[in-house]
């Protein structure tokens, strides 16, 4: 076999190897999309598309600093959409930046920026972890941690 094509050939082996699976783009924005959905629920106060999100036995956990030392509360996310369904008031809208998606096969992460605005006023900011598994054609979230901080210049 003469050495060029031989070595193309190997090089497209090697690029083939070690690129990514090709689906992994539009789970991508499939899992991203589900985050999306999240808050878009939470906006209009649609508690059945969020529970839709979730999965049976899936679990908040949030990170408090305010007044003190930070502080871990653990939550069933039922308890937080009914919450946000029996609200009033200018609803919560809470708004991402710059998401990072990592996935294997069907498990995934986001991780990204956040502000939580009541209205017009900045209400705290954080980081969003999220934990999705994808269980048939859907991407479900099994787990959310959040930071919350109170000192944040608004990114929007």
């Not at 369904?85 to 009033?88: D, E, L, M």
């Given at each position: 076999m003469p050495r060029i094509p031989?070595?193309?050939?190997?090089?497209?082996?090697?690029?083939?190897?070690f690129a990514p699976p090709?689906?992994?783009?539009?789970?991508?924005?499939?899992?991203?999309?589900?985050?999306?959905?999240?808050?878009?629920?939470?906006r209009a106060r649609d508690t059945a598309?969020?529970?839709?999100?979730?999965v049976p036995d899936a679990r908040m956990v949030g990170i408090a600093t305010r007044n003190g030392p930070p502080k871990v509360q653990f939550m069933d996310p039922r308890v937080w959409i009914g919450s946000v369904?029996?609200?009033?008031g200018p609803g919560a809208d809470e708004r991402i930046f710059d998401p990072v998606v990592q996935v294997d096969d069907n498990i995934?992460?986001?991780?990204?920026?956040?502000?939580?605005?009541?209205?017009?006023?900045?209400?705290?900011?954080g980081y969003d972890a999220f934990?999705?598994?994808k269980l048939a054609d859907d991407w479900k979230i099994a787990q959310v941690a959040d930071s919350r901080r109170t000192n944040c210049p608004p990114r929007s």
């Open positions: 031989f070595l193309a050939a190997a090089a497209a082996l090697a690029l083939l190897a090709a689906r992994a783009q539009g789970d991508e924005q499939a899992i991203v999309k589900a985050v999306i959905k999240l808050f878009d629920g939470m598309l969020m529970r839709s999100l979730f369904g029996r609200g009033t995934a992460q986001v991780w990204t920026y956040y502000e939580l605005w009541v209205g017009t006023r900045l209400n705290h900011c934990f999705l598994v």
